[in-house]
């Protein structure tokens, strides 16, 4: 399976280019709200510009096809960060570990107390 990550204080953020590649992939008619959007601090939306349908790439799954697709063809600059493709095996389960927006795929285990 492949997850990513990002690899540099700043967290996860895709940058305009893999934004909009994303939603092409996806099948979103993604907008950009050019009123609000400032550098570093852009503002999308799925189908139109209204509050309840905001495009928020750090809610897409990290293991998302479309989302690996996008990062192995376009490279590894995200808006803040710098955006790597690491691969686990398809059978482990996994969770991203963050400091400073530096992240690390760690696999779970199970824990008592």
């Not at 967290?11 to 709200?33: M, P, R, V």
């Not at 349908?53 to 590894?76: K, Q």
Request: charged fraction near 35%; aromatic fraction near 12%.
């Amino acid at each position: 399976m492949k997850i990513v990550i990002n690899k540099e204080h700043g967290g996860f953020s895709l940058n305009e280019e893999a934004t909009f590649l994303y939603g092409k992939k996806k099948g979103l008619n993604i907008i950009k709200d050019e009123k609000r959007s400032r550098k570093f601090c852009e503002h999308y939306y799925i189908d139109e510009i209204k509050h309840d349908n905001y495009f928020a790439d750090w809610d897409i799954e990290r293991n998302d096809p479309c989302l690996v697709e996008v990062v192995e063809e376009l490279g590894t600059n995200g808006c803040y960060g710098d955006l790597k493709v690491v691969e686990i095996p398809d059978d482990v389960k996994w969770y991203i570990s963050e400091y400073h927006g530096i992240e690390e795929v760690h696999e779970q285990h199970r824990k008592w107390s």
